[in-house]
Each structure stands twice: as structure tokens, then as C-alpha cells.
């Protein structure tokens, strides 16, 4: 069972298409609102999906709100601004399905990203992420392309083991590491980033970039931890077992 979580907040103009963009590839869509003060909700509602208020703390403690929510044994986290193709879920899923997979990232450095310009701004992100991925790729002996990317599934029984304490966007870095900490399986798929169809974004790298790097050199000084993560884990929760 998949289930879908769609993260909002003041995204009236699009969540309707998004919600119903995800239902071929979804069994339950979740909806977390972040203290819309637009017709969010009403337009989630009226599509299908099931609307959740988020403790609104920030992106991360939707993100684990939700983990208590969802009841599909794979969940995929997606935005509801229209930067993510619901098609890509398929290609997020399948590894996970097939056993090959704890945790699936979508890679805007191998999908393509419509949000690249050319300032400063986009320059400090660019370099940002290229050198966390580096730290971590050095860490733990993998090669990831992508790990701030919010279009992302993850089997929810490991989701869960992860015990996920940041509550700002930078819950997409400590996923990664915390699951490659316990011995999951991280693994990235092309995942095309579209430019939102409405607004800017409200993040501002200046105020974030320092939490993401705190965040980052925070969780990779913490030891690898064989439990839950590792063989006898997966062994007891194969592909398709309930969360």
C-alpha cells in the first residue's frame, strides 16, 4: 500500500491538480496543512485527499507527523506547489517494492531542475548541496547525487526506526543520514524538478543554509549503528510487510 503525503501551506492554486495527479499512483493521500490562512484544505477535501493540520513547527514536523498518520507500508513525501510529476512516484517506489531499497531520493542533478538561475542565492544552494553530498558520500561509502530533495519515498517501517527529531526542512538530510546510519538502503532515481506554477518560495537560504549545515555535521558525527537497519531487520520486514 502506497500512501501519499503532500506537504502545503498557502497552495491553493495548485493543490487540487496535485492531489488528483497522485491518485493513479496512490492507495491513500495525506494532505498535511501547515496553518493555511488560503483555501488549501477545501480544495484538498474536495479532491479526495485527507487533510491533517501539521503541528507547524516547519516542514520536518509535518514530516513526522505524518509518519503517524499514514497507514501505506511505503510512503512518499511529495510538495504541493507542482514542482513534482506525480509519473515519478512509479520510478521512486519500484526499488523499494523490488527489496533493493529502503529509501528513494529523487535526484535533480540526473532528473533536470527548472528552479536553477543564475545569483548568488542559487550559487550558495548549488554548492551547498554538492558538498554535503560529498561529506556524506564520504561518510558512509555511497554515492548520492541528491539528498535535499523532498521527493522522496521511504518504506514506513524504517521511517518510523529512524526516530526523526528535526522539525525544519533539514529533516531531508537527517533522513539520509540516519537511515545510511542503521544500515538502510539509500539509493537515488532521476526525478524532473519543475518550476511552481504560483508564488515564490518562502525559504530563505541565508536563514537556512546555516541549520543545513549544523544539521549535517551534527548527524555525521554520530556513530553507525548496526540495529534496526541491518540484515536481521530487513530479514523480519521484507518488501510488502505491514509497518
Not at 521511517?159 to 537527517?174: P, S, Y
Not at 518550476?195 to 515564490?200: I, L
Request: proline share 4%.
Amino acid at each position: 500500500m502506497i500512501a501519499v503525503v503532500i506537504l502545503a501551506k498557502n497552495e491553493e492554486n495548485t493543490i487540487r491538480e496535485v492531489v488528483e495527479s497522485v491518485q493513479p499512483f496512490a492507495d491513500e493521500i495525506v494532505v498535511m496543512d501547515g496553518g493555511s490562512v488560503d483555501r488549501t484544505s477545501i480544495r484538498a477535501r474536495e479532491a479526495g485527499a485527507a487533510v491533517h493540520t501539521d503541528p507547524g513547527l516547519g516542514k520536518g514536523s509535518a514530516i513526522r507527523a505524518s509518519l503517524e498518520i499514514a497507514r501505506g507500508d511505503i510512503v512518499v513525501f511529495m510538495d504541493a506547489d507542482g514542482s513534482h510529476a506525480a509519473s515519478d512516484i512509479s520510478r521512486l517506489v519500484a526499488p523499494i517494492i523490488a527489496g533493493e531499497a529502503d529509501l528513494v531520493v529523487g535526484s535533480r542533478f540526473t532528473g533536470g531542475s527548472e528552479e536553477l538561475s543564475v545569483n548568488v542565492p542559487q550559487l550558495v544552494r548549488t554548492i551547498g548541496n554538492i558538498s554535503m553530498n560529498i561529506a556524506i558520500n564520504t561518510r558512509f561509502g555511497v554515492e548520492l547525487t541528491d539528498t535535499l530533495n523532498g521527493f522522496r519515498a521511504i518504506r514506513a517501517s524504517a521511517a518510523r526506526a529512524l526516530l526523526l527529531k528535526e522539525d525544519r526542512h533539514t529533516i531531508e538530510q537527517e533522513m539520509v543520514i540516519q537511515a545510511l546510519r542503521r544500515g538502510f538502503r539509500v539509493i537515488n532515481r532521476p526525478a524532473h524538478e519543475y518550476a511552481r506554477e504560483f508564488g515564490e518560495s518562502t525559504i530563505s537560504v541565508w536563514r537556512e543554509w546555516p541549520r543545513f549545515v549544523w544539521c549535517v555535521v551534527r548527524n555525521l558525527l554520530q556513530r553507525p549503528i548496526a540495529a534496526p537497519g541491518g540484515s536481521d531487520y530487513r530479514r523480519d520486514h521484507p518488501p510488502g510487510a505491514g509497518s
